[in-house]
């Protein structure tokens, strides 16, 4: 639990309209009023290698198509007559109070899609209060985001194994000394995935031009522009560890060199020895998992398949929900991310237990596609929709959402081993 005092919510006000027409909008929302529309126009500012690297899964993309099939497959049952006031999207995570119940997913050199995002949706997080975690190989230190958004703060912990994991336990106490009020620990990349359509696209690290990508950026112009403002990314917290006079492609060599391998349960226990704050495991995927998870002493675990970026035969994050919920539930926050595009997904993924919902992609396509205002835009929107659907399915808060009449056709029923119980 943090020991600093709840940070006091700036609630997200339902814009005031009647009917379902665009007058009253705001220009932005009339013309990208969904993740879709964002997504299209980012597509057409940034080069095709930057875009690829954040819109693909891995493998043939199955995993990340799934988890959209599986969001739409789950029906929420309407209840009307009950009035269209006083709803509150309000939430209390680990004893913070957030004004609605979407956070920022971490996402790795988010800087590639367009320059400065960590910090333009750090921005937008801290201003409308909902959760931001930063990456590890983020395009953003740990100690610049903890100035930007200290009310929100959550870091996303990869391991570094080498040298008995000296950079994982630096990172840890370096996000403890910037006042990270959450810990989220990734286990869900004990080997590197294949993403063809980076292959395809020769993006590595180091970034080693080809005339094809000249060519990419040359069509790229704001993106282009914009980089040349604000500098070439690199993945900031390995600036550390690249030694003196590191250039920021010994930055990205080192980070690429150092994360490694994934978690083993025996680290995490040490992490959970070290940080003093709220523990989450990310990457949970079956309950006896977050069952280890409670029992080492996380006090939350995220329900994700990567976003379809690790396996790409994993089931679809929504699907999972359910089991994880009835298995430890009771006993530990359970959170979600993987698939989300609409505040019609988070309502579902509430509905089915989980406390609060994440996304990455949403949001970097927000701020490659309107740049500074995007994650502004993304947030309100994501909070009208939320507002929508509760209304629709006769919930005044956020507690109440578990109580919605959900039909879910894709819910799995796991078999439990029993071990950790």
Not at 394 to 408: E, F, N
């Amino acid at each position: 639990m943090d020991a600093k005092s709840p940070a006091q919510p700036v609630e997200i006000e339902p814009r005031k309209r009647g009917g379902s027409g665009a007058e009253g909008l705001p220009k932005l929302h009339r013309q990208y009023p969904t993740i879709a529309d964002l997504r299209k126009r980012a597509r057409r500012r940034v080069p095709r290698f930057a875009f690829d690297f954040v819109d693909g899964g891995c493998g043939e993309n199955t995993v990340r198509d799934s988890n959209r099939v599986a969001l739409d497959a789950v029906k929420l049952v309407a209840r009307y007559g009950l009035g269209s006031g006083g709803i509150s999207t309000e939430i209390e995570l680990f004893g913070r109070r957030y004004a609605a119940p979407i956070g920022i997913s971490p996402m790795g050199m988010g800087g590639l899609l367009w320059p400065k995002a960590e910090r333009h949706l750090a921005r937008a997080a801290q201003a409308m209060k909902v959760p931001y975690v930063l990456s590890t190989p983020a395009s953003a230190s740990i100690e610049e985001i903890s100035k930007i958004a200290p009310d929100v703060f959550w870091f996303q912990l990869y391991g570094s194994p080498g040298n008995d994991n000296r950079i994982t336990f630096d990172l840890v106490r370096r996000a403890e000394a910037a006042g990270a009020h959450a810990l989220v620990v990734t286990i869900d990349t004990p080997v590197r995935a294949k993403r063809p359509q980076d292959w395809r696209n020769n993006l590595a690290v180091p970034f080693k031009p080809t005339i094809k990508t000249v060519i990419d950026i040359a069509t790229s112009p704001l993106w282009a522009l914009e980089v040349l403002r604000q500098g070439t990314p690199c993945p900031e917290n390995f600036r550390a560890y690249a030694g003196p006079n590191a250039t920021n492609a010994d930055i990205s060599a080192c980070s690429s060199r150092e994360m490694r391998g994934g978690f083993a349960w025996e680290t995490i226990e040490r992490v959970r020895k070290l940080w003093p704050r709220t523990l989450i495991i990310k990457g949970i995927i079956h309950p006896d998992d977050a069952m280890r998870a409670l029992t080492l002493g996380a006090d939350g675990v995220i329900v994700s398949n990567h976003g379809g970026r690790t396996l790409d035969a994993a089931p679809p994050a929504i699907d999972i929900l359910p089991a994880v919920v009835e298995r430890v539930g009771h006993r530990i926050t359970v959170l979600m991310d993987s698939g989300i595009r609409t505040g019609l997904d988070v309502v579902r993924a509430l509905a089915l237990g989980a406390k609060c919902v994440f996304t990455g992609r949403s949001f970097l396509f927000g701020v490659a596609a309107l740049g500074e205002e995007g994650g502004t835009h993304v947030l309100e929107f994501f909070s009208e929709e939320i507002r929508m659907a509760m209304g629709q399915v006769g919930a005044r808060s956020i507690a109440a959402l578990p109580q919605a009449t959900v039909i879910h056709p894709g819910a799995l029923k796991m078999p439990f081993s029993g071990a950790n119980a």
